[in-house]
């Protein structure tokens, strides 16, 4: 199975202009998404297809990379925005997420 | 407005069966096909099953092949998930969720704990 690598956490100041990674174990080309998980809440999906923004999600979340490197960047960060993020690969069967990444507010 | 409503969780014991239904609406059903994904207490999302549109193709984790039964009725707008041979590691949060370039609406899920 493709393994999908993150940081445990990250702790960043309202403003500020955060990036969460996610590495592949084998590429995934374009086929990554991203997920913001608030506590007691379904995931959202944030982005798609690595870089496309999902309708209705604000601007300042934007997406990148390709094969097995991939970026979710938040510029600026808001306090509303802690959350978990997680990652997830459409590439190979079987479809697997990251562990998921805890953003924290400082 | 999509939701996706999940129905039919609760406390099992080891080895024993249970059904959940996920009831669709907002959407034409029937254009799009379907998942089950869960979520263990604290821990991370874990693919269980995908059905298509058609029910044409079916697929499951390695760790629920067998003992899982993934369906769906498109004249009744739902999407179910026969569970049996129930453990302890299946106990978790159970999302439908609606399947495109990513995984686009969620429902709220439905709690599965598998304990004696």
């Known amino acids: 199975d493709t393994v999908l690598t993150q940081s445990p956490a990250l702790a960043v100041s309202p403003g500020e202009r955060v990036t969460i990674s996610c590495r592949a174990s084998e590429s995934v080309s374009t086929g990554m998404h991203w997920y913001q998980q608030k506590p007691g809440q379904q995931p959202k999906l944030l982005i798609y297809g690595a870089s496309n923004l999902e309708s209705g999600v604000p601007a300042r979340f934007s997406g990148s990379g390709s094969g097995t490197d991939f970026t979710l960047t938040i510029d600026p960060v808001e306090a509303d925005d802690t959350a978990t993020y997680f990652c997830?690969?459409?590439?190979?069967?079987?479809?697997?997420f990251g562990a998921g990444t805890k953003l924290e507010l400082k | 407005e999509v939701q996706l409503v999940e129905s039919g969780g609760g406390l099992v014991q080891p080895g024993r069966s249970l059904k959940l239904s996920c009831v669709a609406s907002?959407?034409?059903?029937?254009?799009?096909?379907m998942n089950w994904i869960r979520q263990a207490p604290g821990k991370g999302l874990e693919w269980v099953a995908y059905i298509s549109s058609g029910s044409s193709y079916i697929y499951y984790a390695e760790t629920v092949k067998g003992r899982f039964t993934i369906s769906r009725d498109n004249a009744k707008n739902t999407l179910y998930l026969q569970m049996t041979s129930l453990r302890s590691e299946d106990t978790a949060l159970y999302y439908c969720?609606?399947?495109?370039?990513?995984?686009?609406?969620w429902g709220q899920g439905v709690m599965v704990t598998v304990s004696s």
């Open positions: 907002g959407f034409t059903f029937s254009n799009y096909g």
């Open positions: 969720a609606r399947h495109r370039a990513g995984y686009n609406y």
């Open positions: 997830q690969q459409s590439w190979n069967d079987p479809y697997t």
